[in-house]
């Protein structure tokens, strides 16, 4: 969670909502993504996403069965919806998001297979949010 916390910071840093998500193989980060939704003009370009498509690009496959996300924030329903279709075999994340999250639509959104578990680094991760945020709004 940690490296996924350093994606958020470099988020933070670009001016993005600051999430950040790493995907791990055989105790090996094999995909990183932060939010890039204004830096590439692309509602999509969310952490998750684009450390699902690093990953999945770097094994050649489209399944991700044997790999886990770590994400410092909850995916949104997008998220969870690509999560899904890749078959990822854990999700890990700090903070919830009572207002965008994939449990404010439905708690099953992920794969059946699919273990999640929620608070590594929640302090963390929601300070970095909460001070965007208050930085926006200065």
Same mark, same amino acid.
């Given at each position: ?9 470099? %988020? ?12 791990? #193989? @055989?105790?090996?980060?094999?995909? =990183?993504? $932060? ?11 969310? %952490? ?12 050649? #496959? @489209?399944?991700?069965?044997?790999? =886990?996300? $770590? ?68």
């Amino acid at each position: 969670m940690n490296e996924a916390l350093k994606q958020a910071k470099m %988020a933070f840093e670009e001016g993005e909502i600051p999430v950040g998500a790493v995907v791990v #193989s @055989k105790n090996r980060i094999i995909g =990183r993504g $932060y939010n890039q939704t204004e830096k590439l003009q692309d509602v999509t370009a969310h %952490a998750e996403m684009l450390a699902i498509t690093s990953a999945a690009n770097y094994l050649g #496959s @489209k399944y991700l069965a044997e790999c =886990r996300m $770590y994400v410092t924030l909850e995916p949104c329903a997008m998220c969870a919806g690509a999560l899904f279709w890749a078959q990822m075999g854990e999700v890990y994340f700090a903070a919830a998001d009572s207002k965008r999250g994939f449990h404010q639509y439905n708690s099953h959104m992920l794969h059946p297979k699919t273990k999640v578990f929620s608070g590594i680094l929640k302090e963390e991760s929601e300070t970095l949010v909460l001070d965007f945020f208050r930085k926006l709004r200065e």
